[in-house]
């Protein structure tokens, strides 16, 4: 597929509330509707020109997963009611904030933690205490009784933050494949955690609970039921799936979440944000740690998490699955079933990745992202990084172009090229 013709098909993908309502069989004028179009109509940088080849074209975004984009309403209020007043977090101002605030939080153990979901994530290690230098980290191994160390189960979907941070603490980590449907393997971890070499060690299972390459989203409950089976810990990385789905712990129940990790900054409205880790207080006794206070999410993060609520699951559900199909359907000749492309799984978030051919020839992913914006107008994301992305694409340690890319040689990477459509 030519650059010109794909990337002509992603920046027309915008489609006005009257077709959507025409095919969900809606007159369009619900209050769900109404509130979803005000909404975008506060999207900054919504009516954005800029000049390409082919002339002025109307700005496209489609990289929400990487960052969402601000909301006129939040910055106006953080520009006006805000920053006019701003003082110390305990002075009168800032103090008052937090307390607005902190009655919309649920209850438990909330932290803000610096960058996205990767710095949740390390805070939870070090709230466990398995975060130690990386000079000293074979010297606490080599002291530590097998007993005391322990085991992180991980997915097959996990990017570097859910991936690499593990690997760099104390912990023992056991990486799980992929089924015949696509998703975690479900027979594989259960063999893992019923083994005798991890039954008197401490256990836990940290997971994506949706692909940023491709959308699948994980079956977080049943993996959930299985790692409390048998005495481990249920956490779950909701980075990419976060600003679309509704996330309730139930921590005190078989099938509940003991921690997850968030990235507001891909929340409409959210660049700006920190990252949140919520978890259930028996992570603290687990790390044999001291309780921190618990910290306030900031008034940006509570704003940001309106949008959802006001707007409601079912419309964002509804404009996800025809907008997939529009694009499944001018994109692919011919037509393909989304429900079968993604694979067997019945839920996936609408994240398309994909390769892009020149004269029979894979064009470089990095080229490709950097031609789109002037060919035609999408901004979107390109990827060479993660490790399900590789082995999509069937790339080993042993291939050629491993050891060339190990000597600098970054132009050999294999990336691919990635959009998010939104409602």
């Not at 002075?91 to 996205?116: A, D, M, T, Y």
């Not at 980075?239 to 891909?266: C, N, Q, W």
């Not at 020149?358 to 490790?387: E, F, M, Q, Y």
């Not at 069937?394 to 050999?412: C, D, M, Q, R, T």
Request: proline residues 6%; hydrophobic residues 35%.
């Amino acid at each position: 597929m030519k650059l010109n013709k794909l990337f002509g098909i992603i920046g027309s993908v915008h489609v006005p509330s009257s077709l959507i309502a025409a095919q969900a069989g809606t007159d369009g004028g619900s209050p769900a509707e109404k509130r979803l179009e005000w909404l975008r109509s506060q999207l900054i940088g919504r009516d954005l020109q800029f000049d390409t080849c082919f002339g002025k074209r109307l700005l496209t975004y489609a990289d929400h997963t990487a960052s969402g984009r601000c909301l006129r309403y939040i910055e106006e209020y953080i520009t006006q009611q805000v920053l006019p007043f701003y003082d110390h977090q305990n002075g009168p101002r800032g103090e008052g904030i937090h307390k607005e605030v902190r009655w919309g939080l649920p209850r438990g153990c909330s932290h803000l933690c610096g960058s996205g979901a990767t710095a949740a994530i390390k805070r939870l290690q070090e709230v466990m205490g398995i975060a130690v230098p990386a000079n000293l980290r074979s010297q606490v191994i080599e002291n530590l009784r097998e007993e005391e160390r322990w085991v992180v189960f991980v997915g097959p979907f996990e990017h570097h933050s859910n991936l690499l941070s593990w690997r760099q603490s104390i912990a023992e980590v056991v990486e799980i494949g992929i089924d015949a449907d696509g998703l975690v393997d479900m027979e594989a971890l259960e063999l893992q955690l019923a083994s005798m070499k991890y039954s008197n060690r401490p256990k836990l299972g940290s997971f994506s609970a949706c692909s940023n390459v491709t959308g699948i989203i994980a079956d977080t409950r049943a993996l959930s039921r299985l790692l409390h089976k048998y005495g481990a810990y249920a956490c779950f990385d909701f980075a990419t799936s976060g600003p679309y789905v509704e996330i309730d712990m139930r921590s005190r129940e078989e099938e509940g979440y003991d921690a997850i990790f968030l990235s507001p900054h891909k929340f409409p409205g959210g660049p700006g944000s920190p990252g949140i880790l919520v978890m259930h207080e028996a992570l603290y006794l687990a790390g044999s740690f001291p309780p921190l206070p618990v910290e306030v999410v900031s008034l940006l993060m509570l704003m940001d998490s309106m949008p959802r609520k006001q707007v409601g699951y079912e419309p964002i559900d509804l404009h996800e699955t025809i907008y997939m199909k529009m694009v499944m359907e001018r994109s692919l000749k011919p037509p393909v079933d989304p429900s079968s492309w993604k694979s067997k799984s019945k839920e996936a978030e609408l994240i398309l990745s994909f390769l892009v051919f020149s004269r029979d020839k894979l064009l470089h992913g990095g080229l490709a992202k950097t031609a789109k914006p002037s060919i035609r107008n999408p901004v979107g994301g390109g990827s060479s990084g993660c490790p399900y992305g590789h082995r999509l694409l069937g790339v080993e340690e042993s291939s050629p172009s491993h050891s060339a890319i190990e000597k600098g040689y970054n132009g050999l990477k294999p990336g691919w090229m990635s959009q998010l459509f939104i409602t």
